[in-house]
């Protein structure tokens, strides 16, 4: 088994040994045993925090070199005209704390993938957004938090307290009534 224990800039295609594709699920994870695209068995041994990207490599302290790939899975992406009713779909879904990919297809034209959820998708559809359920790589937004090397995280462990339950299965609108600086 190799082990991957280090993240690396991108680098050429012919310095790749092999790729490994997963899930969203699995590219969170820093402890993983898994097996490449052309059937090499790996553990990962990374730092936690950092979700592995679409492109990401890794490296052994043999020098192997895999590139991580984002594995087709069920997902549901949202279409909605751009400009603002794609920021308030992104902004309601968002509200939720999901998990989100954004993208447009032309000018005209957004996009947003969630994995599957019919609440998140009546919310969606109540919002004009034209919906399609299939099977295509999950690779949301990585958050402002982590993109300045900052993981935010969800234990809230940094001085003041939550009036709220994180149990979000509500279906209505919710406000955080307390007085923190930053946004969830």
């Known amino acids: 088994m190799i082990e991957l224990t280090q993240r690396i800039?991108?680098?050429?295609?012919?310095?790749?040994?092999?790729?490994?594709?997963?899930?969203?699920?699995?590219?969170i994870r820093g402890r993983l045993r898994a097996t490449t695209d052309n059937g090499t068995d790996v553990g990962?041994?990374?730092?936690?925090?950092?979700?592995?990207?679409?492109?990401?490599?890794?490296?052994?302290?043999?020098?192997?070199v895999?590139?991580?790939r984002a594995?087709?899975?069920p997902v549901v992406t949202a279409q909605i005209p751009a400009g603002l009713p794609l920021a308030r779909l992104c902004?309601?879904?968002?509200?939720?704390?999901?998990?989100?990919?954004?993208?447009?297809?032309?000018?005209?034209?957004?996009?947003?993938?969630?994995?599957?959820?019919?609440?998140?998708?009546e919310l969606a559809e109540r919002l004009g957004a034209t919906l399609k359920?299939?099977?295509?790589?999950?690779?949301?937004?990585?958050?402002?938090?982590?993109?300045?090397?900052?993981?935010?995280?969800?234990?809230?462990?940094?001085?003041?307290s939550h009036g709220h339950s994180h149990d979000h299965d509500h279906d209505h609108p919710h406000s955080h009534g307390h007085g923190s600086d930053h946004v969830h």
């Open 71 to 73: 594995a087709d899975e």
């Open 133 to 160: 359920h299939h099977q295509a790589p999950f690779d949301p937004e990585p958050g402002a938090y982590s993109q300045a090397g900052h993981s935010h995280g969800h234990s809230h462990g940094h001085g003041h």
């Open 91 to 121: 902004y309601h879904l968002g509200n939720r704390h999901v998990q989100l990919a954004i993208g447009t297809i032309d000018e005209q034209t957004g996009w947003v993938r969630f994995p599957p959820d019919h609440v998140l998708e």
């Open 9 to 27: 800039a991108p680098v050429e295609p012919a310095e790749i040994f092999d790729s490994l594709t997963l899930p969203f699920e699995l590219r």
């Open 44 to 64: 990962l041994f990374l730092d936690r925090g950092p979700v592995l990207r679409d492109g990401d490599c890794l490296q052994s302290a043999g020098g192997e």
């Open 66 to 68: 895999v590139r991580i």
